[in-house]
């Protein structure tokens, strides 16, 4: 869809379900980790991107303290008052928009109804962040109609509470922050901890690569606060013999094979994984800047077997996603995304291949598994903020 057709639509449909024209459009994308599985609670790096997906919003102000918010993916629409915000379990999606009028309007910005019009490009529950996408659109959109004055990271955090705390969903700030934060034409070296983030170049000759196995695994919420809890018991008692450790971003491998025994098998096996990762992400954004195939492949293909060997977030569409990959031509290297257990990967392809690629990894794909992937390209796109009016 071009640019031009996306407004159109948007604008249609908010003809059509408000009357009249919206106002204020604001945009926020989605986002793929470069490198960086599950770090980001563990206070340690991700290289991230925002991506050329993104959520928008198309309002008009309202002279009441009511939001009026219609979805154009899912052709739903949800009213609600600024003086009394609910979750609403018939109608969750409603409450990651609810989620962030409740959280900064807890926090002192002034609010303003308005009837809005959400489109995405980022597709929903593939693990490219359609929810942060959704929330820093949502925050975007009260920050341009109430006049705020506000730092971009107290967007990011403010937008990851309401996810934490009013959609009970306990992700990190790799999210929120990328939609953020995100720069046109690199990667970013985020650093959950200290939550600063570097520009980082990638080799024009290499092209990002989404590969989505349209697969979701049932019960991923569950598994995701399973490993959390094993990563901050696996702290916890390397920190008896380290005390400067305060997460796992603070171990070594030497730190850990030095008293392995002391942590349950399944509790090593992930803090193994996370400490790897960790260092992968560093030697991945210098590999990529530098355009160094060996490293990239070496490292994608070493953060794949650790998801699966250790950390146990692989299922068997990923695994055929990543034979499809890794023998489509102009394949440098390829991984998960996401937190895992199905949706999307990543791959590292040669931008003069991209076209043979995508055809030869969807047919080997689907040949292996019966099930149709989306695969396509995507560039670093700059992160949230407002639209020009159409
Ligand atoms: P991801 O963030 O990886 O896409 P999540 O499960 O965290 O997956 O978030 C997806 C949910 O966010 C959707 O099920 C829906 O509730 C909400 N959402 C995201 N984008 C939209 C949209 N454009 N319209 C309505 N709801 C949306
Ligand atoms: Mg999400």
Redesign the pocket.
Known sequence: MTGTDRRSLVQDRFTQVFGGQPTHWVQAP?RVDLMGSHTDYNQGYVLTMSIDRS?WIAARPRPDRVVAID????D?RVEFSLDDIQPDPAA?????VKGVAHTFGAEGYALRGFDGV???T?????????????EVATAMLFKELGGWVIEPLQIALLCQRA?NQFVG?N?GIL?QYTSVHGQAGCAVLLDCRHLTGQATAIDPGIQVVICDTRFKRELSGSEYAERRAQCEEGAAILARHYPEIRALRDATLAQLDAHAGDLPDVVQRRARFIIEENQRVLDLSGALAAGDRAAIRALAAASFAGARDLYAISVPAMESMMAAMLAAPGAIGARQA?AGFG?CMVAFVERDRVAQFIPAARDAYQQATNREPHVYAVTAAPGAGALDPA
């Open positions: 989605g959520t979805s154009i993916n899912l739903a969750r999606w409603a409450d990651y959400i489109h995405s980022v597709p929903l529950s593939s693990g490219l962040s359609s929810s942060a996408a959704l996810e969903v992700c999210d996401g949706g």
